[in-house]
């Protein structure tokens, strides 16, 4: 994580294009093999910080209150990740918004945030496959939770919702918090979803505004 960090402190204090890899290994204390032993391009060297993020938000869902039905699971999730000062401070927030703006900007550095979105949609799906097990019964291979089609299409929409929420902030000078800060753009989003069918295939409840 600490070459992650000094990847991402470079990208956002110098510009991605001038920044190297030696001078990420540099920064970070390690030798230059030792950073390509773990990343192949200085791109991927950010990768942990975006997985990080990612991680934070579904680990969210699976610990929400198990009384709390898909919809509220959700918004429980983006209140604890999405604001500043729940998840990541206001300033690393600032960080978050650069390295997102970079990721739309420069295909190799995107193709790293599409990846990390995608893992966290497989992990997302398999959340869901533990809250709404009575609903739609998984199968288990090796202990995981297998999702349905359905709930791996739940998975890519709530994935989509949130991915576009920080996306859209992130392209704007708004700050983390407030109405159009990442929290708020997102329950916006799940709110316009309101009528999906989030659990049993049956009309969800609609996710009420935060």
């Excluded at 579904?58 to 209150?65: F, G, H, L, M, V």
């Excluded at 990541?88 to 918004?97: D, F, G, K, L, Q």
Aim: proline content about 7%; glycine content about 8%.
């Amino acid at each position: 994580m600490e070459i992650a960090r000094a990847a991402a402190a470079l990208f956002v204090g110098q510009g991605l294009r001038t920044t190297r890899a030696e001078d990420i290994a540099q920064a970070a204390g390690v030798a230059t093999r030792t950073f390509y032993r773990y990343f192949a391009t200085k791109e991927e060297a950010v990768a942990p910080l975006y997985a990080a993020g990612a991680q934070r938000w579904t680990e969210a869902i699976r610990d929400a209150p198990a009384s709390l039905r898909v919809p509220q699971a959700l918004e429980h999730a983006v209140r604890h990740t999405l604001n500043p000062g729940t998840g990541i401070s206001a300033t690393s927030w600032e960080w978050v918004r650069t390295l997102v703006r970079l990721a739309r900007t420069s295909p190799a550095l995107g193709k790293v945030w599409a990846e990390v979105c995608q893992a966290s949609e497989e992990t997302l799906a398999e959340v869901l496959a533990e809250r709404t097990a009575p609903a739609w019964p998984a199968s288990a291979v090796a202990g995981r939770a297998v999702p349905t089609p359905e709930l791996r299409f739940t998975a890519a929409v709530v994935g989509s919702a949130v991915r576009v929420a920080v996306e859209t902030w992130a392209e704007t000078p708004a700050p983390p918090s407030g109405p159009d800060g990442p929290a708020a753009l997102a329950l916006r989003n799940l709110w316009a979803l309101r009528d999906f069918p989030w659990e049993g295939g049956e009309d969800g409840e609609g996710t009420e505004r935060g």
